[in-house]
């Protein structure tokens, strides 16, 4: 079973920045890492996609976040990060990450992000 862990997440006035972190670990055995991502779940709707990195270091970004938000990943640590600049009230949210190995999809279990005056 992976271990999936975010950090980073809390309270940012409008325009301010926050830096996510998401490690993965499956105690002393590799993992086979496709590709990590970033979604979010705000209240009333459903989770969607901001960000996702593939080994290969190729990136995809949802439009609202282009711009804004810029994903990262280090492969020799399983770990991905996603810098959130010019924050906006509407991506308050619970930011979760999503380990893809093999077969397999694996979740944190979220970090809230509040965007507020």
């Known amino acids: 079973q992976v271990r999936v862990v975010e950090s980073g997440g809390g309270l940012v006035q409008p325009g301010g920045s926050l830096r996510l972190s998401c490690a993965a670990s499956r105690g002393i055995f590799p993992i086979n890492i496709n590709a990590m991502g970033w979604y979010r779940q705000a209240p009333g709707k459903e989770r969607e996609l901001v960000a996702t990195i593939t080994t290969g270091g190729s990136t995809s970004y949802a439009d609202s976040v282009k711009g804004r938000f810029t994903i990262s990943g280090d492969n020799v640590k399983n770990t991905v990060f996603l810098q959130m600049n010019s924050l906006k009230p509407e991506d308050m949210a619970v930011y979760y990450c999503?380990?893809?190995?093999?077969?397999?999809?694996?979740w944190g279990q979220g970090t809230q992000v509040t965007v507020s005056s």
């Open positions: 999503k380990v893809v190995a093999g077969k397999s999809d694996y």
